[in-house]
Nanobody, 124 residues
Framework: QVQLVESGGGLVQAGGSLRLSCAASGSIFNINAMGWYRQAPGKRRELVAA???????NYADSVKGRFTISRDNAENTVHLQMNSLKPEDTAVYYC??????????????????WGQGTQVTVSS
């Protein structure tokens, strides 16, 4: 099976920075895309940023120029550097791995996985 473990959330003042990390573990052969989503209270989960194995990234308009996503394919990790944080960035941030091919027993399987979420709180 595959597990995603996130780290790096916390409390920061507006204008500050945080770096989120997510590590995928298991007998992973390949991950198509890795990304970060967030969900604020009373709102739907939304895409923050995603990056494919070739390195191309896309961002939500609300975070462009402030957040940077990066990925280490060899380590199956993804990071989100968040700068110039705003109170409206407050949410639970979830790591996502899409199109994960992994090996179990004598077979390959494919699936999508989520981390448990990490709280980011930006105070004004």
């Amino acid at each position: 099976q595959v597990q995603l473990v996130e780290s790096g959330g916390g409390l920061v003042q507006a204008g500050g920075s945080l770096r989120l990390s997510c590590a995928a573990s298991g007998s992973i052969f390949n991950i198509n895309a890795m990304g970060w989503y967030r969900q604020a209270p009373g709102k739907r989960r939304e895409l923050v940023a995603a990056i494919i194995s070739g390195g191309k990234a896309n961002y939500a308009d609300s975070v462009k120029g402030r957040f940077t996503i990066s990925r280490d394919n060899a380590e199956n990790t993804v990071h989100l550097q968040m700068n110039s944080l705003k109170p409206e960035d407050t949410a639970v941030y979830y790591c996502n791995a899409d199109g994960v091919t992994y090996f179990s027993g004598s077979h390959y399987y494919r699936g999508d996985y989520w981390g448990q979420g990490t709280q980011v709180t930006v105070s004004s």
